[in-house]
């Protein structure tokens, strides 16, 4: 069992380009999020599934985009990049809503220059 | 909106200290809460969860006690290791998708 795999580890950007930050969970486990981690401050919640073909925004969606064609997959999209983009992102999944634990992958740096 | 507020660090302690960290949230109904630990390098896990007041969550010798009256979730140790120098998050879920909203973060270090 993985968990939550998230590639890469690591990404240099320059600003305008695009990428996509790759999420997979072997868990079998229904709802999936994705959040940012700036500096000195907690998580903040950028998208997030309850399901396949089912997505919803959080706290910060503007510049990113996502896909749920998978139970498995849950890629993160960013367009344009912005410097405001570097941070460190988090996919995680839980098995439903919120009493339930959410298991995070290792996370991917990402540095827009 | 919901929020969660944490004291402040980094927090700098010996080893077999007593430790508090303090946690409060603001909430419309009846949101499940969470304390996650990030070593560092790495993602965030679950160290201890509440579900309703009342509730206490304890692991690996932590406790954190679901006060409704009081909108707190303090974490607290007994006895700190150097094993356990890490950031802590409380967070409270709002029950719908489950998604969670984090407090900024306490880095606890503890010296031998």
Redesign the interface.
Known sequence: NAGVTQTPKFRILKIGQSMTLQCTQDMNHNYMYWYRQDPGMGLKLIYYSVGAGITDKGEVPNGYNVSRSTTEDFPLRLELAAPSQTSVYFCASSYSGATYEQYFGPGTRLTVT | GDS?TQMEGPVTLSEEAFLTINCTYTATGY??L?W?VQYPG?????LL?A?KADDKGSNKGFEATYRKETTSFHLEKGSVQVSDSAVY?C?L?????????????TELSVKP
């Open positions: 969660v949101p499940s969470f996650y790495e993602g965030l896990q679950l969860k579900t998050f967070a879920s709002d029950n719908q998708g489950g998604k969670l909203i984090f407090g900024q973060g």
